[in-house]
């Protein structure tokens, strides 16, 4: 099992910043799946930003050159700083990883217990 500690959410004013970390009890060193979803009022939980064991990343067209994922292997760690916020980012943010079963080759599926981000006007 992996557990995942999501923080830094808050309160902020549209075009200011959030930096969310997510501390996994396990060595993320070799994982590849991992990520950051959001869900917001009245929506289905969406993939915000992805990041590969080669520091790949993918982000939702919606926040492209505004936020950004990263990892620090050494600290098992996933954050994304988050830029130019604005209302519409409001929702409550869920680390995500990725761990393919050693056994049976299946992945299983892991979850922070999210943080909420608020974006005032």
């Known amino acids: 099992q992996v557990q995942l500690v999501e923080s830094g959410g808050g309160l902020v004013q549209a075009g200011g910043s959030l930096r969310l970390s997510c501390a996994a009890s396990r060595s993320i060193f070799s994982i590849n799946g991992l990520g950051w979803y959001r869900q917001a009022p009245g929506k289905q939980r969406e993939l915000v930003a992805a990041i590969t064991s080669d520091s790949t990343t993918n982000y939702a067209d919606s926040v492209k050159g505004r936020f950004t994922v990263s990892r620090d292997n050494a600290k098992n760690t996933v954050y994304l700083q988050m830029n130019s916020l604005k209302t519409e980012d409001t929702a409550v943010y869920y680390c995500?990883?990725?761990?393919?079963?050693?056994?049976?080759?299946?992945?299983?599926?892991?979850w922070g217990q999210g943080t909420q981000v608020t974006v005032s006007s």
């Open positions: 995500h990883l990725a761990k393919r079963d050693s056994g049976t080759g299946y992945l299983h599926y892991y």
